[in-house]
T-cell receptor
């Protein structure tokens, strides 16, 4: 059974700092991996999708990498801003279907 | 497209009552997912459909839960009878494989 872990569970950084969020998964046979952002009381917003054949994806200040063999993905946020404060979730899709297995999330706070 | 639409946004009901949650997926998407999010268990997949057909309902907690997708533009999730432990945020998501899953804003259910 696929298990997804995100460490740390919470992170507080000063504005302007570059930061890395970590995601690990137990079964490397994934179809793709998706990073989401969730604001308090809101739904999930898709940030980046990395297919299993890709090593990274970039969108603005965000860069996500994928290392299937080691079961890891990282989300890099450059020049963090208070508006980046949210919970970030990673989720993997396995080959057997279209189901996503989610990590527990990292709650990020960027202090002005 | 307006995105995934869910209704109601908030539902408060008494234990024993029937609860119906509704979802309209993004037009053209052929997958629809129902998730439940709680502090204790995070995001859990309850059931998902492909082309209106239920594919995997192994996440449905018990027989009190049922979901249907009568057509490509509508799905509902019913809980009958509801219990306090069903209190959670229920999300609907849709996708067009192999692309991102897009989430609705969620329905916050409180069973008293």
């Amino acid at each position: 059974k696929q298990e997804v872990t995100q460490i740390p569970a919470a992170l507080s950084v000063p504005e302007g700092e570059n930061l890395v969020l970590n995601c690990s998964f137990t079964d490397s046979a994934i179809y793709n991996l998706q990073w989401f952002r969730q604001d308090p009381g809101k739904g999930l917003t898709s940030l980046l999708l990395i297919q299993s054949s890709q090593r990274e994806q970039t969108s603005g200040r965000l860069n996500a990498s994928l290392d299937k063999s080691s079961g890891r993905s990282t989300l890099y946020i450059a020049a963090s801003q208070p508006g980046d404060s949210a919970t970030y979730l990673c989720a993997v899709r396995i080959n057997a279907g279209n189901m996503l297995t989610f990590g527990g999330g990292t709650r990020l706070m960027v202090k002005p | 497209d307006a995105g995934v639409i869910q209704s109601p946004r908030h539902e408060v009901t008494e234990m024993g009552q029937e609860v119906t949650l509704r979802c309209k997926p993004i037009s053209g998407h052929d997958y629809l997912f129902w998730y439940r999010q709680t502090m204790m268990r995070g995001l859990e997949l309850l059931i998902y459909f492909n082309n209106n057909v239920p594919i995997d309902d192994s996440g449905m907690p018990e027989d009190r839960f049922s979901a249907k997708m009568p057509n490509a533009s509508f799905s509902n999730l019913k809980i009958q009878p509801s219990e306090p432990r069903d209190s959670a945020v229920y999300f609907c998501a849709s996708s067009l494989l192999p692309y991102e899953q897009y989430f609705g804003p969620g329905t916050r259910l409180t069973v008293t």
